[in-house]
């Protein structure tokens, strides 16, 4: 029993981990708290349902088409409104991003309807020592994982990337370096909606989706993001799984009910004693 | 307190403003006296918010989690048997002691730590009010008994109700902005380093103004759940209003005595129309009014200056001067 919770709890975990990769890196690079991240997940599951069920395509076709279009997305918001107040207090940011999220979601709801939607994927189920796991929630956290993995290397090895993560760590050198910061800027936004794409569409496959969930996704983008630090890729990882591992297992103690709270408890318990993320250092990759 | 001209006739002002309020309250209608309910409700939150979020500095996303505490203890004292009046009291008290428990701990957070803070105290309280079946009812809400009386009756009970903790607040408001208290806050919000340099006791203060804000948060909560008779855990902690409010202070202006005031009449009457006019697109539309405030307005409508306004106009009907590259200070 205990085995298959921790096993829905890994699985979910990497998904939880695509989820807040995006978010986390736009907070520690663009000093941004994001509300619009968790409609960019919506977004991406809705396209991701459109592009398979009204036109007909195939999954592997519309994935990584509805990433690219999250990608544009980003890339135009923080080009064309972002980069204005990027700079400004928290307060103004946060605020702007919340306003968006409004704008998106209600665009969501008016677009799609409320009625939840789910693409029927059935690729059976593999047993092992007694656990039951459905085939595609490994693909959709295979998935998932090797894209975070993936976005872990491209910010390690390519320019691009380095060129974030000095941005990152300090905004005005990377400048007199010759990095064009509002470019990168807008760079790191678009990576964050790529991945949140890519957890949509994920999501798309495991659960019914609704306009309503993009604060679920936001929350746990939160919690994840707090407890692995900021921009930190396996941060992301290590919180994503560490809270679909407590959640699985706080499901079994006190009932499901109580788990998205276990979550938030256990990040106000960090913020407070660790406000720097458990996996502690800050700036570096 | 330095009580200086300006500040009495700031007073009088704010006096005459209230005062005319009680007297409309004899006219209106029940509809009118619903949004002015709401209008005096919104400006307490506001006025607690800038406490905080305005003269401290504090960007503080916590309004509403005082609010949702104050109209449960409310609600919960009431179905107890106890009356009105000490129900309202139970409010602000449950509130002070939640912003003291929850700022003890919160208040060493700073930036985007303490913002994040605050929004998780929201959906904590919204999680556990949802669970918490045998106190708070869970997801079914509490039912709250209704005041006696013909609604015309009630409707003015309630807005004066209201309408004496937003006058409440707003004295709060004055006094703290010109006492040796707002001063400290205000040297928290510049450098908090600095404060603590020239001798105040900076952590004092912040846990004083956070108790403060919560104590009046949770009042206007306590009040609203009489009204309304019935709170569920959805429409007590709404992570929406908690976001709102800060928007409001600033379309008014932040740390000013009438910011709140003004930024709440703007907003309830913008919301009222967006409401009546485009149902199924209001919070869209709420999305655009928030992005518009902080593009065209970040100081407030107040903070617009009229003249460079004017100057700006006169140069628009001049023909256009030669096209040049313009560096825009994005980053």
């Known amino acids: ?285 | 307190m330095i009580f200086d001209r300006a500040t009495a006739f700031k007073l009088v002002i704010g006096l005459l403003i209230f005062g005319g309020g009680a007297a409309f309250s004899l006219i209106l209608d029940n509809y009118y006296l619903q949004v002015l309910t709401t209008l005096a409700m919104l400006c307490v939150l506001c006025w607690a918010w800038n406490l905080v979020g305005g003269y401290m500095g504090y960007p503080s996303l916590g309004t509403v989690t005082f609010f949702g505490i104050g109209a449960y203890a409310d609600g919960i004292a009431q179905v107890q048997g106890f009356p009105i009046y000490a129900a309202w009291l139970a409010a602000g008290c449950a509130g002070a002691v939640v912003a003291l428990l929850l700022g003890l701990p919160l208040l060493r957070l700073k930036g985007h730590y303490f913002a994040i803070g605050t929004i998780a105290t929201v959906e904590v309280l919204r999680e556990i009010s949802n669970n918490w079946e045998t106190l708070t009812g869970g997801a079914v809400g509490i039912n709250i008994p209704i005041q006696p009386g013909s609604p015309d009756f009630v409707g003015r009970f309630f807005f004066l109700a209201m309408l004496g903790l937003a006058l409440a607040s707003f004295l709060v408001t004055i006094v703290v902005d010109r006492t040796r208290f707002g001063f400290g806050l205000r040297c928290i919000r510049q450098n908090e380093q600095a404060a603590s340099m020239v001798g105040i006791d900076v952590f004092k203060y912040k846990v004083s103004a956070f108790v403060l804000s919560g104590v009046l948060c949770s009042a206007a909560g306590g009040i609203y759940a009489s009204m309304v008779a019935f709170i569920e855990p959805k429409d007590a902690f709404n992570l929406i209003t908690t976001i709102e409010i800060p928007v409001m202070v600033m379309l008014g202006g932040m740390g000013t005595i009438f910011g709140p005031l003004i930024g709440g009449v703007f907003y309830v009457v913008l919301k009222e129309f967006v409401w009546a006019y485009f149902i199924n697109w209001h919070s869209g539309i709420l999305g655009l009014i928030i992005v518009a405030v902080i593009y065209f307005l970040p100081s407030g409508v107040f903070g617009i200056s009229w003249t460079s306004a004017l100057k700006w106009l006169k140069l628009r009907r001049r023909p256009a001067p030669p096209a040049r590259d313009i560096v825009t200070p994005a980053a």
Not at chain 1, 158 to 163: C, E, F, P, T, V
Not at chain 1, 178 to 187: E, S, T
Not at chain 1, 204 to 210: D, F, G, R, S
Not at chain 1, 215 to 238: D, E, H, N, R, Y
């Open chain 1, 1 to 285: 029993m205990l085995g298959q919770y921790i096993t829905n709890g890994v699985l979910i975990g990497g998904l939880y981990a695509c989820i807040a990769v995006g978010f986390s890196l736009v907070w520690g690079v663009l000093n941004v708290i994001n509300m619009l991240h968790g409609s960019m997940v919506v977004l991406g599951a809705y396209f991701c349902l459109y592009g398979v069920q009204q036109l007909g395509l195939p999954l592997y076709l519309v994935a990584p088409a509805v990433c690219g279009l999250l990608f544009l997305f980003g890339y135009a918001v923080q080009r064309g409104l972002l980069n204005r107040v990027v700079t400004q207090p928290i307060l103004i940011t946060l605020t702007l991003t919340f306003g968006l999220d409004l704008i998106v979601n209600n665009l969501i709801l008016q677009g799609f309807s409320a009625t939840p939607r789910s693409l029927v994927t059935n690729y059976g189920m593999l047993e092992f020592l007694g656990v039951r796991v459905p085939v595609v929630r490994i693909g959709g956290m295979l998935v998932a994982g090797v894209l975070t993995l993936l976005l872990y290397w491209l910010l390690r090895h390519s320019k691009i990337g380095r060129a974030i993560i000095a941005v990152r760590m300090d905004r005005h050198a990377a400048a007199l370096m010759g990095i064009r910061i509002p470019q990168i800027y807008a760079l790191t936004f678009g990576i964050g909606a790529f991945m949140a794409g890519a957890a949509g569409c994920a999501t798309a496959l495991i659960y019914p989706v609704t306009p309503m969930m993009s604060g679920v996704f936001l929350g746990k983008a939160f919690v994840i993001c707090v407890l692995g630090g900021l921009g930190s890729v396996p941060g992301a990882i290590i919180g994503g799984l560490a809270l679909g591992i407590v959640e699985g297992i706080g499901t079994l103690a006190l009932g499901q009910q109580w788990a998205t709270s276990v979550g938030f408890m256990m990040m106000m318990a960090v913020i407070v004693l660790f406000p720097t993320g458990l996996a502690g250092k800050k700036g570096y990759e």
